[in-house]
């Protein structure tokens, strides 16, 4: 399971209040992603990191902010959520802790689902 | 922009039947493209990575194939068991940093 692992794995909370979701991994890989996951919609990248400190924006990062102080945690942050934001969140590391090379595999965790009343 | 196209989106067969799900993408300068498997409720489990250099890729009763020029790839399960009853995702990416494009996905229900 790549040593990948998500908190909580289930939260409800209200519209308007900040939220912090938790991605942690025990095997020191560079890359950390966010995705979110919606019928209809598929999985859609969020935000994407290359090491600490390093993060870029994906196809849906608008109100959304995310933070990586330590290789082993991305945390992703729903800075004032919405009812649209309730979602399934998923995190993934890619299998490689060096440049990217093309042949790394991608393996996600568990998720969290996200309910914003 | 890639888009990502599964098809059937979903397909019911008998046990020991093979499988063929087919994957298509707008943009064919792919990097990579990565075939996962997801169980309801659950995560996504990783079943193969083809490189663009690649023309297939097996692990056990897993084959995938891949023609870049036509958009295309293809996953094909031999002698189909009730465990694979899940939803297949195919996801390529156009860049070195592995950001995905996801499509739908494939349910497929195997009857014993």
């Known amino acids: 399971d790549a040593g990948i692992t998500q908190s909580p794995r289930h939260k409800v909370t209200e519209t308007g209040t900040p939220v912090t979701l938790r991605c942690h991994q025990t095997?020191?890989?560079?890359?950390m992603y966010w995705y979110r996951q919606d019928p209809g919609h598929g999985l859609r990248l969020i935000h994407y990191s290359y090491g600490v400190k390093d993060t870029d924006k994906g196809e849906v990062s608008d109100g959304y902010s995310v933070s990586r102080s330590k290789t082993e945690d991305f945390l992703l942050t729903l800075e004032s959520a919405t009812s649209s934001q309730t979602s399934v969140y998923f995190c993934a590391i890619r299998a490689t802790s060096g440049m990217p090379p093309e042949g790394n595999e991608q393996f996600f965790g568990p998720g969290t689902r996200l309910t914003v009343l | 922009k890639q888009e990502v196209t599964q098809i059937p989106a979903a397909l019911s067969v008998p046990e020991g039947e093979n499988l063929v799900l087919n994957c298509s993408f707008t943009?064919?300068?792919?990097?990579?493209l990565q075939w996962f498997r997801q169980d309801p409720g659950k995560g996504l489990t990783s079943l193969l990575l083809i490189q663009s250099s690649q023309r297939e890729q097996t692990s056990g009763r897993l084959n995938a194939s891949l023609d870049k020029s036509s958009g295309r790839s293809t996953l094909y399960i031999a002698a189909s068991q009730p465990g694979d009853s899940a939803t297949y995702l195919c996801a390529p990416s156009t860049d070195s940093w592995g950001k995905f494009q996801f499509g739908a996905g494939t349910q497929v229900v195997v009857t014993p």
């Open positions: 943009d064919s300068a792919i990097y990579n």
């Open positions: 095997e020191n890989h560079r890359y």
